[in-house]
């Protein structure tokens, strides 16, 4: 016998299967909320999300300053001017749904505005804050 288990409907049935399962790094923004959450060893707190976002660290720029002081419409990018889509989740379904890119841009954005890495507690308190933002 050869090659019986690349039969047509096995490739088909492996395929769609491929097609329609969501990636592993696929996510919601309250899974990555628990997974900073667990991280940081400390329940997120809104209020401080919302003052470590919206205020500068020894730098040119906050977060709010690319992003808006509320997250629920288009930010500017203080550099080059290049629209961005809102951070908050209920306003741009998108967001916080891959941990991969969240993670990424973190780390990009907290190196520009404070100059390291965010620490867990600081995503989780930012995503908490931009959770509550209702439509
Ligand atoms: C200089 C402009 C700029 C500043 C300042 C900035 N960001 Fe961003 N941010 C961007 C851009 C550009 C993107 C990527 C484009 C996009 O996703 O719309 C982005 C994307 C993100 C994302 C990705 C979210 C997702 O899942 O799609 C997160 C999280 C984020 N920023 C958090 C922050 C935080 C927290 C700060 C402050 C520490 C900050 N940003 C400051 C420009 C900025």
Sequence with gaps: MTHGWLRP???????????????????????????????????AQAARGQAFFTTRHGREWSCASCHGERPVQDGKHAGTGKVISPLAPAFNPQRFTDAAKADKWF?????????RE????????????LLTFKR
């Design 9 to 43: 409907a096995w490739v088909g049935w492996m395929a769609l299967w491929a097609g329609v399962s969501a990636p592993a790094w696929a996510a919601t923004p309250a899974e990555l909320l628990t997974t900073y959450n667990t991280q940081a060893g400390a329940p």
């Design 118 to 129: 965010c620490t867990p507690a600081e995503k989780a308190d930012v995503l908490a804050w």
């Design 107 to 115: 780390r990009r954005n907290c190196n520009d505005v404070v100059g």
